[in-house]
């Protein structure tokens, strides 16, 4: 099993900036794909960032196109850490933001929701203007 656990949430003014983590415990896997996704009031969760590392490189990094940017995903293996840079906050990017993760590193699905094998509990960003 793993466990994801994000930190990093808070509140912001628009044009501010907040790093948020997802910390990976428990089975951790040499190659994964983690993605970043949020849910603001009222909707439904969408897909913000994903990356993914074959063991030996970063294969993919792919952003919604609401946060190609502003937002920039990385990986810190050492620390079975990843990262979501966000800059530029706008007061709708206000959500809670999860991370999950898979084993499978391949591209496909890196938007889709139920092609993650496991969630975080989700941290909330609030941007006020």
């Known amino acids: 099993q793993v466990q994801l656990v994000e930190s990093g949430g808070g509140s912001v003014q628009a044009g501010g900036s907040l790093r948020l983590s997802c910390a990976a415990s428990?089975?951790?896997?040499?190659?994964?794909?983690m993605g970043w996704f949020r849910q603001a009031p009222g909707k439904e969760r969408e897909f913000v960032a994903a990356?993914?590392?074959?063991?030996?490189?970063?294969?993919?990094?792919n952003y919604a196109d609401s946060v190609r940017g502003r937002f920039t995903i990385s990986r810190d293996n050492a620390q079975n850490t990843v990262y979501l840079q966000m800059n530029k906050l706008k007061p709708e990017d206000t959500a809670v933001y999860y991370c999950?993760?898979?084993?499978?590193?391949?591209?496909?699905?890196?938007?889709?929701?139920?092609?993650?094998?496991?969630w975080g509990q989700g941290t909330q960003v609030t941007v006020s203007s």
């Open positions: 999950a993760a898979r084993p499978d590193y391949s591209s496909g699905g890196l938007r889709v929701e139920y092609k993650y094998d496991y």
């Open positions: 990356i993914t590392w074959s063991g030996i490189i970063t294969v993919y990094v």
């Open positions: 428990g089975r951790t896997f040499s190659s994964y794909a």
